[in-house]
């Protein structure tokens, strides 16, 4: 089974301009997540979906941040403009759902390394 | 605020040692607890997850749940060099958010 897939693996942009990340999760789950995480600290949630519906988006930028995921599948977030402070990894991750043991096991994909300069 | 906290290490064992990684959360109401493991420019990969008081074993790593005392430990037997990294400690509030620790490095000396 395909786990979560990323796409770009690294990203390098100058401050203001745009930058688009993309995510495929594994087949099946309903639950899809984005964080963020810095050096030294644990993720950071920015918005997670059930199916299409973006349930928790409190801790996203929205003055520069979007996310969006068509059809419940594949999501893709967005930063525009970036500042230095986005260097980051952004971080994709899928749950099951539903209510069996474990539904809420989140599996991550690689990451996107972001660099602002 | 809902915490999860973790000693940040770094946390050095020699290898063929019993490694202790401890976490503490602050949500009484919280239900499942799980383990992550990151090795450095990786993304974080489930080790385990409990939702029992107890101990839960699987294979060398062993986590072990006391929700009176509201925290989780992971044991790691027989510690080889492969087995540092850094050990995220996440806690489900119910909503199928994970509340995450910052991690605990861990270095295990050949």
């Known amino acids: 089974e395909a786990g979560v897939v990323q796409s770009p693996r690294y990203k390098i942009i100058e401050k203001k301009q745009p930058v688009a990340f993309w995510c495929n999760p594994i087949?099946?789950?309903?639950?899809l997540y984005w964080y963020r995480q810095n050096l030294g600290q644990g993720p950071e949630l920015l918005i997670r979906?059930?199916?299409?519906?973006?349930?928790?988006d409190s801790q996203l930028p929205k003055d520069r941040f979007s996310a969006e995921r068509l059809k419940g599948v594949d999501s893709t977030l967005k930063i525009q403009p970036a500042e230095l402070g986005d260097s980051a990894v952004y971080l994709c991750?899928?749950?099951?759902?539903?209510?069996?043991?474990?539904?809420?096991?989140?599996?991550f994909g690689p990451g996107t390394r972001l660099l602002v300069l | 605020q809902k915490e999860v906290e973790q000693n940040s290490g770094p946390l050095s064992v020699p290898e063929g040692a019993i490694a202790s990684l401890n976490c503490t959360y602050s949500?009484?109401?919280?239900?499942?607890f799980f383990w992550y493991r990151q090795y450095s420019g990786k993304s974080p990969e489930l080790i385990m997850f409990?939702?029992s008081n107890g101990d839960k074993e699987d294979g060398r790593f062993t986590a072990q749940l006391n929700k009176a005392s509201q925290y989780v430990s992971l044991l790691i037997r027989d510690s080889q060099p492969s087995d540092s990294a850094t050990y995220l400690c996440?806690?489900?509030?119910?909503?199928?958010?994970?509340?995450w620790g910052a991690g605990t490095k861990l270095i295990i000396k050949p």
């Open positions: 409990i939702y």
């Open positions: 991750a899928s749950s099951p759902g539903g209510r069996l043991a474990g539904a809420e096991t989140q599996y």
């Open positions: 949500d009484r109401g919280s239900q499942s």
């Open positions: 087949s099946g789950h309903n639950t």
């Open positions: 979906y059930e199916n299409e519906e973006a349930v928790d």
């Open positions: 996440a806690v489900n509030n119910g909503n199928y958010q994970l509340i």
